[in-house]
């Protein structure tokens, strides 16, 4: 139907969602800093597990399908496990950056990483369909299956591979991706319509190619750059004091009346 495809197709949401981390982190905060990251990743599995499985008992009492998948997908207490290893990586990166980038020092452990991570992946796809209890566990051990698997790439020491061309433009998209998303809404708008209008096929292909991504990234950089995910660049004028740039160091210098 053409309300149907000209509708915003609604991508927002997870702003909702952001707003409420946003009121959770300076208490998150201070929790992870009283009882470590190991802790705080456990409790807030727990945590996310347990308000599921109170979805799961009490929901239906009160609200529709529909509505309860739409409150696990964007409240706050039902997928604050996914926040919190997102917070746990974060202080991990700050404070224990050196002991942690221990465990992906060497090839073998970033192997044996990636096979932990791919298993809690696994295990969560498997298990959640299960039954009402597996899948309030599910979507957790899948979480942190990828935070774990972000590891080696944070942590290890960076290769030819990292600094590449190809993987700079593929982390920058992965930052921005979310303001892409919200301003996917509106260019998408416009396509249906564009669609609805039967342009011929070479000029939806021009829009396609030559508008929709191109201009859709250059409208996200601005709201990447609000929220913080593109860090300003500073530039570093190092100006050395005059007289002192030329002096030679001390050590270097002859002793006062040493040799003529």
């Known amino acids: 139907r053409g309300s ?37 990743m456990l409790a807030a599995i727990v945590f996310t597990a347990v308000s599921r499985g109170l979805m799961i008992r009490f929901g239906p009492e009160f609200l529709s399908p529909d509505r309860q998948v739409s409150l696990v997908l964007a409240g706050a207490p039902f997928r604050l496990s996914e926040f919190a290893a997102g917070m746990t990586i974060g202080w991990l990166l700050v404070h224990r950056r050196e002991e942690t980038a221990e465990y992906v020092r060497s090839p073998l452990d970033t192997f044996g990483v990636v096979v932990i991570a791919l298993l809690l992946l696994v295990a969560g796809a498997v298990v959640g369909p299960k039954s009402d209890t ?24 960076p290769g030819w591979i ?24 509106g260019m998408r708008y416009l396509a249906s ?18 508008v929709y991504v191109p201009v859709g990234v250059l409208l996200a ?21 005059s007289g002192d740039a030329q002096a030679a160091p001390l050590d270097a210098q002859p002793a006062a009346g040493a040799g003529g």
Do not use: C, H
Request: no cysteine.
């Open 162 to 185: 990292e600094t590449s061309l190809p993987a700079r433009a593929l982390i920058f998209m992965g930052v921005i991706s979310f303001p892409v998303l919200i301003v996917n809404d």
């Open 221 to 241: 950089y601005p709201y990447a750059l609000l929220f913080g995910l593109v860090p300003k660049q500073r530039r570093r004028r190092e100006q050395p004091a």
């Open 134 to 157: 597996t899948w309030a566990l599910g979507d957790p051990v899948i979480g942190l299956g990828i935070a774990v698997l972000t590891l080696p790439l944070l942590f290890k020491a």
């Open 193 to 210: 319509f564009l669609r609805l209008q039967e342009i011929p096929d070479p000029t939806w292909w021009f829009f396609l190619i030559v």
């Open 4 to 40: 149907d495809v000209t509708a915003l197709m609604g991508s927002t949401w997870f702003v909702a969602l952001l707003i409420q981390y946003y009121l959770v982190f300076p208490f998150a905060l201070r929790l992870l800093n009283r009882i470590g990251p190991w802790r705080f």
